[in-house]
């Protein structure tokens, strides 16, 4: 038996971050935590279970699906987490004789090494460990931050080595191919922040490309609310903050914010007076919004 079918040794391998079985409790709540449009989240599920589906039973040749699910969007909206909660929650969907695996890819590990190495690197996570997984069991992976992996050719040849670049990222798309070709119970979720700087090969290769926007004005709210929810657990006297006009202000300033800056403002205005900082129940709608404004700020 190889180290890839032990566990223990699957984070080991180089550009590994994560190994697990799915479903994951905390990947679900990822998932969960994550307050987007319905619909999207619906499409991002179906599109998954599709793979599991329907993949391996239709000719790729007429109905060409690669196994391929691209999250894009600003940064601190929220797409690494739903890759990972979308691989758990399409675990839960699916039935399986066999659990679903999961595993993580960091593709700074692969690409930042002289990519001469990194070439081989790639070929043998893609080529021996994920293809190992894949011939097992389910396999959902993660390739977070892909435009490092798949990096765009043309934009990246006026680096010093442009020959190592586009071998590796031909190792990249050419393994991709070949692993989806060959095992239809794979599926890759990758995410970019600047999916302009990823490869249009790998771009076609994608089965859906779904945009993550920074939250309209009922997610500010949402999310914001979903904070001073927790707070409340320890604190119940802070749920009177939701029915405050402040708060209403605080939520219209986040507009242009991200997932991410938002859930910040709670422990912000925590330590915008120290005795809120010692007794948290103190907290106001003003806090709030005195949080939201330097956050804003310093955002420039
Ligand atoms: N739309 C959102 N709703 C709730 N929380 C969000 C949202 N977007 C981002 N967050 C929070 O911001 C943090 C970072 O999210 P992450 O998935 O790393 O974003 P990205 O990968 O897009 O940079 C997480 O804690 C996440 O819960
Ligand atoms: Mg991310």
């Known amino acids: 038996m190889t180290s890839a079918n032990q566990p223990g040794t699957l984070t080991d391998a180089q550009g590994v971050l994560d190994a697990r079985e799915l479903p994951s409790p905390e990947f679900s709540a990822l998932w969960e935590a994550v307050l987007v ?23 790729r040749a007429t109905v060409p699906l690669h196994g391929v699910i691209l999250l894009v969007g600003p940064p601190g909206t929220g797409k690494t987490s739903l890759a990972r909660g979308l691989a758990s929650r399409t675990a839960e969907s699916v039935e399986s004789e066999r659990p679903f695996r999961y595993i993580e890819v960091e593709p700074h590990a692969l690409a930042s090494a002289a990519l001469g190495r990194s070439q ?16 097992a069991a389910p396999l959902i992976v993660v390739l977070d931050e892909v435009e490092t992996l798949a990096a765009d050719r043309t934009k990246l040849s006026m680096e010093t080595n442009p020959i190592d670049v586009h071998r590796a990222t031909d190792a990249v798309l050419a393994q991709l191919d070949h692993l989806a070709a060959r095992y239809p119970n794979l ?98 709608a003003a806090h709030l919004l005195a949080a939201v404004r330097a956050l804003r700020h310093s955002a420039g």
Do not use: W
């Open 37 to 59: 449009p319905r619909d999207l989240k619906d499409r991002l599920i179906s599109q998954a279970i599709l793979n599991f589906t329907l993949r391996g039973r239709l000719d």
């Open 120 to 135: 081989q690197a790639v070929r043998q996570l893609l080529g021996s460990v994920i293809a190992e997984q894949a011939a």
């Open 187 to 284: 599926l890759f979720i990758a995410t970019s922040n600047f999916p302009d700087a990823i490869d249009e090969a790998f771009l076609s290769r994608a089965d859906s490309i779904e945009v993550v926007p920074l939250p309209d004005d009922d997610g500010c709210r949402r999310i914001l609310a979903d904070t001073v929810l927790a707070l409340a657990a320890l604190y119940p006297e802070v749920a009177g903050i939701l029915d405050d006009p402040v708060f209403d202000e605080a939520c219209r300033q986040c507009r242009g914010m991200d997932g991410r800056r938002i859930r910040k403002v709670l422990v912000s205005a925590c330590t915008q007076d120290k005795h809120v900082a010692i007794a948290p129940g103190k907290l106001t």
